[in-house]
């Protein structure tokens, strides 16, 4: 059973900061000056499946422990399932699997909806849309990456936008209500784009991390994504 749809709740774009653009020594207040968000991006990265190594499950309680924002965390490693119930175990909202890494995907979306937590699914730039079309019945939410994962400030793929195009119209004939969410080199440049799309989350590290004033950086972000509505 699907639990009720985030974007349904609000009309507007979800926005995401990535907290792997954050500084990692000052967490806390990292988080604190991006409550004008709607989600607390966690990027968990295993130096494996991805060469870069950053937060695990314990990043996920602490993140719940400081804020109200709900966690969407991402898994990019070789064996997500374990990983996934941990950060489920943890209070993450959304755990985010990629189709490349999961060839359980079904099992594993029952075993996250049992913990209470919402399964999404994530393509990386060279899987197409049609990869996802055995699953998408079973998931709260498609990730489709705009850059290749690994590390924030990369530029942005442009075919992104219509593969979340592609998933809108896949949403809509099979009449599902999964979020679309966009992650990966999201800037004032794309947003308006990718929310004309379909898109209804989109993640962003650098735009709001590099940034001096976030609260604005979030708010401007939405702006333009709504405007493309
Ligand atoms: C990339 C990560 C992204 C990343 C986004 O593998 O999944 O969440 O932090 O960073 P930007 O917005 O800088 O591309
Ligand atoms: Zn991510």
Not at 134 to 160: C, H, K, L, N, W
Not at 195 to 213: C, I, K, Q
Request: hydrophobic share 50%; glycine share 8%.
């Amino acid at each position: 059973m699907a639990l009720p749809n985030d974007a349904a709740k609000t009309p507007r774009t979800l926005i995401a900061p990535s907290i792997l653009s954050a500084d990692p020594l000052a967490l806390g207040r990292e988080i604190e000056g991006i409550e004008a968000s709607d989600f607390i991006h966690v990027d968990v990265m295993d130096g494996v499946w991805v060469p870069h190594l950053t937060f695990g499950p314990d990043i996920v309680a602490a993140a719940r422990r400081a804020s109200d924002l709900p966690v969407d965390c991402h898994l990019m490693v070789v064996d997500p399932a374990p990983i996934a119930l941990q950060a489920a175990e943890a209070g993450a909202r959304y755990v985010s699997f990629h189709i490349e890494a999961c060839p359980l995907a079904h099992r594993l979306a029952r075993e996250l909806r049992a913990r209470g937590a919402r399964p999404a699914i994530a393509l990386n730039p060279a899987t197409p849309v049609s990869a996802l079309e055995e699953i998408v019945e079973y998931v709260d939410m498609v990730v489709v990456m705009g850059v290749e994962p690994g590390f924030s400030g990369q530029a942005f793929i442009p075919r992104t936008i219509e593969k979340v195009r592609a998933l809108a119209e896949l949403r809509d004939a099979r009449d599902l209500d999964f979020l679309i969410e966009v992650d990966g080199g999201v800037s004032l440049g794309n947003a308006g784009s990718l929310a004309e799309a379909g898109a209804d989350v989109l993640v962003a590290g650098s735009f709001v991390f590099g940034a001096e004033d976030r609260a604005e950086a979030i708010s401007s972000l939405r702006a333009a994504a709504d405007a493309g509505r």
